[in-house]
């Protein structure tokens, strides 16, 4: 079993529309989660940065890590096309390097 | 400022042949990663250094695999008769400093092919 899963997609939605883009993790000594972005053919690019559970807002995205369930959440409000990209949840702990999930590829249809 | 780099973008070799990849990382960037991805999956980590010397190489997976960062800024990942297995985008990041906190940045990626 992975550290970190996550749904591989495709997910394919309207402009407009919320995006809910998940991941489980199975270490319980992870304290970071972050959310990459990842454009087709170009490397990963931090979106959101998590420490411990709980929310955190920025503009259209909120991620959200429940630790009791192991659940780590990233939404998007009022997507858009430029939105397309993969998205791809990590989780760390300590002196480790950071674990990846597969990463969701979405698709936001104009 | 200049982002990391990664060189060559692309390099094509055949089965058995050795090939190095170079990393400039975001300067005063202490630690340096190594990753791979392969076609629809995630980032798979390799190793990391903290400034020369290298921190976590539980990634590296056999010993074809090795890489250096002689002064603690470019780094260079070096394959041994390469395999077609082998084939996949290798990623350098780097971080102010060292541990899962750290705001990693990633390069563009090298993408190899093994023919």
């Known amino acids: 079993q992975k550290e970190v899963e996550q749904d591989p997609g495709p997910l394919s939605v309207p402009e407009g529309a919320i995006v809910s883009l998940n991941c489980t993790y199975s270490?319980?000594?992870?304290?970071?989660f972050m959310w990459y972005r990842q454009y087709s053919r170009k490397g990963p690019e931090l979106l959101m940065y998590t420490y411990s559970s709980g929310n955190k807002e920025d503009g259209r995205f909120t991620a959200q890590v429940d630790k009791s369930s192991k659940y780590i959440s990233l939404f998007i409000r009022d997507s858009q096309p430029s939105d397309s990209a993969t998205y791809l949840c990590?989780?760390?702990?300590?002196?480790?390097?950071?674990?990846f999930g597969s990463g969701t590829r979405l698709q936001v249809q104009p | 400022g200049a982002g990391v780099s990664q060189t060559p973008s692309n390099k094509v070799t055949e089965k058995g042949k050795y090939v190095e990849l170079r990393c400039d990382p975001i300067s005063g960037h202490t630690a340096l990663y190594w990753y791979r991805q392969s076609l629809g999956q995630g980032p798979e980590f390799l190793i990391y250094f903290q400034g020369t010397g290298a921190a976590d190489d539980s990634g590296l997976p056999n010993d074809r695999f090795f890489a250096v960062r002689p002064e603690g800024s470019v780094s260079t990942l070096k394959i041994q008769r390469t395999e077609r297995g082998d084939s996949a985008v290798y990623l350098c990041a780097s971080s102010l400093g060292q541990g899962a906190g750290e705001t990693q940045y990633f390069g563009p990626g090298t993408r190899l092919l093994v023919l």
């Open positions: 990590a989780s760390g702990a300590g002196r480790r390097a950071l674990t």
């Open positions: 270490n319980s000594a992870f304290q970071y």
